[in-house]
């Protein structure tokens, strides 16, 4: 039962990140050079919202497990979002594959918790690349994605 543990707490982090990122924040900025139809010294606030654009939350989505089938149906046109949906589909792959060998081989499970850990390190790097919006190949696995065509 042990090994049910760690994939449910990081189940619980991504989608607490996952309802985050979802969450539209507005800020109110006061400029107190703008003017207002009148021409009065009035102050106006303008709505702030962060630079999150569908493309990059498609990207980051890429990173979280499954939910990289999301982003595939929903902009895998877009090339940005393709390149990360191939690293998010190699995670996925090594998630699984150590899942599996978890079950089969236990006494080796401490170790497999290991590959998890990195692949869960490796998923906020790429979570972070997608949000600043590049493109740079994750390492160690990042040079496997050209396997998948999509």
């Given amino acids: 039962m042990h090994f049910l543990i760690f994939p449910l707490t990081l189940n619980r982090i991504f989608i607490s990140f996952s309802n985050l990122l979802s969450s539209e924040i507005s800020l109110e900025v006061k400029n107190e050079y703008m003017d207002t139809p ?16 569908n493309n990059k939350i498609m990207a980051i989505l890429a990173y979280i497990g499954p939910l990289v089938i999301v982003s ?3 902009a895998k046109d877009d090339p940005f979002v393709k390149f990360h ?10 998630e699984i594959a150590t899942w599996f060998l978890s079950m089969v081989f236990w006494p080796i499970w401490p170790l497999l918790q290991l590959i998890n850990l990195a692949v869960l390190i490796l998923a906020i790097v790429g979570i972070v690349r997608a949000y600043e919006g590049k493109e740079i190949p994750l390492p160690v696995v990042g040079d496997w994605s050209k396997y998948f065509k999509i």
Avoid: A, M
């Fill in 38 to 53: 009148n021409n009065s010294n009035e102050i106006k606030s303008q709505p702030v919202t962060p630079n999150l654009t």
């Fill in 72 to 74: 595939y149906l929903t």
């Fill in 85 to 94: 949906i191939r690293q998010g589909l190699v995670l996925v792959v090594i």
